[in-house]
């Protein structure tokens, strides 16, 4: 923690100085509490478990399956995820993975890149190197082309490899876009300088906490403890150390929101790992795996009731164990060009 900051806090967006980046003109428009949000997905072609990410991710597991079982189930619980969206009034845009490089992390694109409401395209770096090639034009061309987005500036972090600094996009920043906030985990995938630097290019205010799996490994990403929604949050605060639970509710709680406080064996079956999307008539859609919905207990789904948020549960075990990531980790945000309060 920076000196002068007690406990939860980092520098503010004034934060000076900068790395360069490949930015060029940008239209900036307002970013309205309630916007419309479609997906990007990516349709894997060589999923499968990745023994390079696993030494970071204590979420993955080695089930043993056969290439080719654990790729076709992966394409499998995929489609079955973006069929729920698209029934839910979401809309997805599906680019097909190539086969080679083989790439078992492909089906998760919100590491590499991300889609902003004034037309920003930010591209990260990544901490293994055998995800590099997931970064490809041919997905950002399948969302302009199948959802309509007009890219008016590209934001390119990716040299920071080259620097041993890394920020593996929304797995490692968790967004409150109503109230502008970037909160993020330190951990090998996720640099807090940069979240800083981040945060001052996108006018963000960064929120840095601490967490823990049960073994005291730093939580890999901060979307397997955190997901943030305009009504409730789901915040993992068993592994937040104790000195910091109490500052990062009360942030969390701005313009009253509830939070709903997730237990240990909850964050494991990936009930940290949510997305809200919201569709073009301003409801709110909570994504989220059959494990993470089976887990939830009475009380935190009357919770979600009462703020009027509909459930999209989708199956997805084979990419949950063998990959460490869950529904949250499928989706790329993508701002739609219409949809209630959308400027």
């Known amino acids: 923690?920076?000196?002068?900051?007690?406990?939860?806090?980092?520098?503010?967006?004034?934060?000076?100085?900068?790395?360069?980046?490949?930015?060029?003109?940008?239209?900036?428009?307002?970013?309205?509490?309630?916007?419309?949000?479609?997906?990007?997905?990516?349709?894997?072609?060589?999923?499968?478990?990745?023994?390079?990410?696993?030494?970071?991710?204590?979420f993955q597991r080695d089930a043993g399956l056969p290439a080719a079982?654990?790729?076709?189930?992966?394409?499998?619980?995929?489609?079955?995820?973006?069929?729920?969206?698209?029934?839910?009034?979401?809309?997805?845009?599906?680019?097909?993975?190539?086969?080679?490089?083989?790439k078992p992390d492909a089906v998760f694109p919100n590491n590499w890149v991300s889609f902003h409401a004034d037309g920003t395209v930010v591209l990260y770096p990544m901490f293994n190197p055998s995800r590099r090639a997931e970064r490809r034009e041919a997905v950002i061309d399948c969302v302009k082309a199948q959802l309509g987005f007009v890219e008016t500036r590209r934001l390119d972090l990716t040299a920071e490899e080259n620097h041993g600094r890394f920020l593996e996009g929304t797995g490692s920043l968790v967004l409150d876009h109503a109230n502008r906030m970037a909160y993020a985990v330190a951990s090998p995938r996720t640099d807090p300088a940069l979240v800083r630097e981040w945060a001052r290019l996108m006018d963000y205010e960064p929120v840095l906490f601490d967490a823990a799996t049960p073994d005291g490994t730093p939580v890999y990403h901060t979307n397997v403890v955190l997901w943030i929604g305009a009504r409730v949050a789901g915040a993992g605060l068993e592994w937040v150390p104790e000195a910091q639970r109490a500052a990062l509710r009360a942030r969390l709680a701005t313009g009253q929101r509830g939070i709903m406080a997730l237990r240990g064996p909850q964050l494991l079956a990936f009930a940290g790992n949510m997305l809200e999307l919201t569709d073009a008539s301003g409801s709110a859609h909570l994504a989220m795996s059959a494990s993470a919905a089976a887990c939830l207990d009475e009380n935190q789904h009357?919770?979600?009731?009462?703020?009027?948020?509909?459930?999209?549960?989708?199956?997805?075990?084979?990419?949950?164990?063998?990959?460490?990531?869950?529904?949250?980790?499928?989706?790329?945000?993508?701002?739609?060009?219409?949809?209630?309060?959308?400027?």
Do not use: W
């Open 1 to 58: 923690m920076e000196p002068g900051v007690p406990g939860l806090f980092e520098s503010s967006l004034r934060y000076l100085g900068g790395l360069l980046s490949k930015v060029a003109t940008a239209h900036n428009g307002g970013m309205n509490p309630v916007r419309m949000t479609n997906v990007c997905m990516v349709e894997p072609a060589a999923f499968g478990f990745n023994a390079e990410t696993a030494r970071s991710n204590r």
């Open 69 to 102: 079982q654990a790729a076709a189930a992966a394409r499998v619980e995929s489609a079955a995820l973006a069929s729920a969206l698209r029934a839910a009034g979401i809309g997805v845009a599906i680019a097909a993975d190539t086969i080679d490089p083989p």
């Open 302 to 343: 009357a919770m979600l009731r009462d703020a009027e948020i509909h459930s999209v549960v989708a199956a997805v075990p084979v990419i949950e164990t063998l990959g460490g990531g869950s529904v949250r980790c499928m989706l790329a945000e993508v701002p739609g060009p219409t949809g209630k309060g959308e400027p």
